[in-house]
């Protein structure tokens, strides 16, 4: 997957994940809006045939950025909680 930035600013980040379909997409957007800071986290995808995902999130004061890697950090710990389950069986 490549992340293209397509705008950044302090409480404002806008990217495209190339190649993330809608299981990722969600995944990283519900887990942002866990986060108290993070005032919107939205994505679309333009056609279903081309997995090219815009992101925007938006924040209430927080780095937008760090939002999203708090989120991704989050997610990584959960999955591997998650495997780690799987292993057991």
Do not use: W
Request: glycine share 4%; net charge positive.
């Amino acid at each position: 997957m490549e992340l293209k930035v397509l705008e950044q600013k302090k409480q404002r980040f806008v990217f495209e994940l190339a190649g993330a379909d809608h299981t990722l997409c969600n995944a990283i957007k519900t887990e942002l809006l866990l986060d108290g800071d993070v005032k919107l986290a939205t994505y679309a995808i333009k056609h279903p045939l081309i997995p090219m995902p815009k992101f925007i999130i938006e924040t209430k004061g927080k780095d937008a950025m760090k939002a999203l890697l708090d989120a991704s950090s989050r997610l990584q710990k959960e999955y591997k909680g998650f495997a780690a389950v799987f292993e057991k069986l």
